[in-house]
């Protein structure tokens, strides 16, 4: 199973961007499907997550409002549309799936076993 994130780039802070997620390979059920970001010289911080068995989704306090994570069942696809940009937001985002149990929160690095390669997302002032 492979990860491949896309859709990074510049922009200026109050822009927008949406990243993309294709999950490939063999089928297979998950828990979460969501995204991390890490910033230069920081841990990696969780962003979003959606519950594949419930539908529920999952923001970081940080979000506030301005992001909206997706799926696409059919595409094995998930998304991440990020409004109003601030140039905090600049890092590394990193798609993961969490494709079997571990006892960690759904907002926790290692509740993930899968990971895309990031993409850089960069926000200018």
């Known amino acids: 199973v492979q990860l491949q994130a896309s859709g990074g780039g510049l922009v200026q802070a109050g822009g927008s961007l949406t990243l993309s997620c294709a999950v490939s390979g063999r089928t297979f059920s998950s828990y979460f499907m969501g995204w991390f970001r890490q910033a230069p010289g920081k841990e990696r911080e969780f962003v979003a997550t959606?519950?594949?068995?419930?539908?529920?989704?999952y923001y970081a306090d940080f979000v506030k409002g301005r992001f909206t994570i997706s799926v696409d069942n059919a595409k094995n696809m998930v998304f991440l549309q990020m409004n109003k940009l601030e140039p905090e937001d600049t890092a590394v985002y990193y798609c993961?799936?969490?494709?079997?149990?571990?006892?960690?929160?759904?907002?926790?690095?290692?509740?993930?076993?899968?990971w895309g390669q990031g993409t850089q997302v960069t926000v200018s002032s």
């Open positions: 959606l519950s594949r068995n419930s539908g529920n989704v």
């Open positions: 993961a799936v969490a494709a079997s149990f571990r006892a960690y929160s759904h907002d926790r690095p290692r509740r993930y076993d899968l």
